[in-house]
C-alpha cells in the first residue's frame, strides 16, 4: 500500500507502450503504477514515477521489483513461467496466475487445454519431427502453418510450409536449433476477429464488444469496433467462448482472444469461429477502448487485478476504429510537424504515441477515430495514420 495515497501498489513487469498506457490509466484512479523496464528509453519508463530497472528473466530482479507491491501483472507473456511460480511460492500476488499465463506463452499447452475444454480449434499436431510435420500435411492438405510454440508474435514465428520438400527441410532447421514446434491447418479464413474479457480474483466477469482486427504482413494495422456485418448469433458465441475460458483457464485480469470466422456452408450463416491465440494482458485488439468504451481496457485490467468492480463497457459511439501507426521510410519532417499537420486534417483523432525510436514498420503509436459510418470513420483514421507514418496525407 502506498503511505501517502492509501491506495494498493500495482507492479507491471514491462515497461513497453501497454504499461504505458496502464500507467495513464492508474493516474485517474489515485494508484501508484511500479514498473519494471530494461532501460531508461523504454515507453514506460519515459513517464512513470516508479520505476524499477532489470531483466524480467532475472529472477533476482523479479524479486526485488515485487517487494512493496500488492499486486504484480505483465505487459508481455515473456516472465519465465518457473520465475512466476517461485514468486507465487514466496507469498506474492500475482495475475494472472502462472497456471493461466502459460496458455498464453505456450501454444501446444493452449491447444491441448482447448481440445480439453472442447473449445473450437484449427486441426493441429505437435511437431516432434519433420516425419510429424510431413504426415500432418498429408492428412489435411497443403500448405499448412507451422508456429513456433513459445516467442512468436506480429507474424514471427509463424511460416507457412506449402509441400513435403519444404516441410523437411524447414523442421529439420527449426527442431535443429532448439524450437518447439506445432502445426496448423491453414483455414479458409474470411476475417480475423478478437473479443475481450476481464475476470477478477472474485469471478466478476465484464466482456467487451466483439472487434475487427484487419492483418497486413501478420501485423494488426486496424481495429473495427463493433465487428462490421458480424450476426449476433456469432458474437454472443465469441462472448461467451472467452467468457467460459476466462473461467476455466483461472484468468485474472485481461484475457484477449484472438479468433479465425472461417467460412462453413454447414454452419448458420455460412461461418463459424476458431480460437487462433490468447493472450492474458492489454492488448492491441483494445487500445479503441481509450476513447470508445465506457472503460478503457487499462482501467479495466487494473480493476480487475485489484478486485475491484467491473466497469462498463459499452462503447462510446457506433462506430469505432483504432489504426496502428508503423515506422515509415527514413527521413522527412520530424514527428512534432506530423502532428500540427494530422490535428489540422483530422482533428477529431485522438494520438497515442509510444515514445519509441522510429523504424520501418515499428509500431510507434495508434489513432483512434468515433463516430457514426463506418467508411466514414475509416476514411479519416486512416488519413490521420498516414500523416504520422508518413507526414503526407497519402493514399495507401
Excluded at 473461467?247 to 484477449?256: F, I, P
Excluded at 487485478?305 to 466497469?311: K, N, T
Aim: aromatic letters at 4%; one cysteine or more; a negative charge.
Amino acid at each position: 500500500m502506498d503511505s501517502r495515497t492509501g491506495l494498493p501498489v500495482v507492479g507491471m513487469v514491462g515497461g513497453g507502450q501497454l504499461a504505458r498506457m496502464t500507467h495513464q490509466a492508474a493516474i485517474s484512479l489515485g494508484q501508484s503504477l511500479r514498473v519494471l523496464a530494461l532501460t531508461p528509453d523504454d515507453g514506460a519508463a519515459l513517464v512513470a514515477a516508479d520505476v524499477q530497472y532489470g531483466d524480467h528473466t532475472d529472477l533476482a530482479a523479479l524479486r526485488t521489483f515485487a517487494k512493496g507491491c500488492d499486486v504484480v501483472t505483465f505487459d508481455h507473456e515473456h516472465v519465465p513461467t518457473e520465475h512466476i511460480r517461485a514468486l507465487a511460492a514466496e507469498g506474492v500476488k500475482l495475475f494472472p496466475p502462472a497456471d493461466a499465463l502459460v496458455h498464453a506463452q505456450d501454444k501446444r499447452v493452449m491447444r491441448e487445454r482447448l481440445d480439453g475444454l472442447a473449445a473450437p480449434n484449427p486441426a493441429w499436431r505437435p511437431v516432434e519431427s519433420p516425419t510429424d510435420l510431413v504426415a500432418f500435411g498429408d492428412e489435411v492438405g497443403w500448405p499448412v502453418m507451422v508456429k513456433a510454440a513459445r516467442g512468436g508474435y506480429d507474424g514471427r514465428g509463424v511460416w507457412p510450409v506449402t509441400d513435403a520438400a519444404h516441410a523437411t527441410e524447414l523442421a529439420e532447421t527449426l527442431l535443429t536449433g532448439g524450437t518447439k514446434l506445432i502445426v496448423e491447418e491453414r483455414v479458409p479464413l474470411r476475417r480475423e476477429l478478437a473479443v475481450q474479457v476481464a475476470r477478477s480474483p472474485f469471478g466478476q466477469v465484464a466482456v467487451y464488444p466483439v472487434v475487427e482486427t484487419v492483418q497486413r504482413d501478420g501485423i494488426c494495422v486496424e481495429v473495427l469496433a463493433p465487428a462490421p456485418g458480424l450476426p449476433e448469433e456469432l458474437a454472443v458465441a465469441a462472448q461467451q467462448l472467452a467468457i467460459d475460458l476466462a473461467t476455466a483457464l483461472g484468468v485474472v485480469g485481461l484475457l484477449a482472444v484472438e479468433l479465425f470466422e472461417v467460412a462453413d456452408d454447414s454452419a448458420p450463416g455460412g461461418s463459424r469461429l476458431l480460437v487462433n491465440e490468447l493472450a492474458m494482458r492489454p492488448h492491441n485488439s483494445g487500445h479503441w477502448t481509450i476513447e470508445g468504451a465506457r472503460t478503457s481496457q487499462f482501467e479495466q485490467h487494473l480493476r480487475a487485478v485489484l478486485d475491484y468492480p467491473m466497469g462498463d463497457t459499452s462503447l462510446a459511439a457506433p462506430v469505432v476504429v483504432m489504426a496502428n501507426v508503423l515506422g515509415g521510410a527514413p527521413g522527412g519532417m520530424p514527428i512534432d510537424e506530423r502532428l500540427h499537420h494530422l490535428f489540422a486534417a483530422v482533428p477529431s483523432a485522438r494520438v497515442h504515441l509510444y515514445g519509441k525510436q522510429v523504424r520501418p514498420g515499428r509500431k510507434i503509436g495508434h489513432v483512434t477515430v468515433l463516430g457514426d459510418d463506418l467508411d466514414e470513420v475509416r476514411s479519416r483514421a486512416a488519413r490521420a495514420m498516414r500523416w504520422l507514418r508518413d507526414g503526407t496525407e497519402g493514399t495507401a
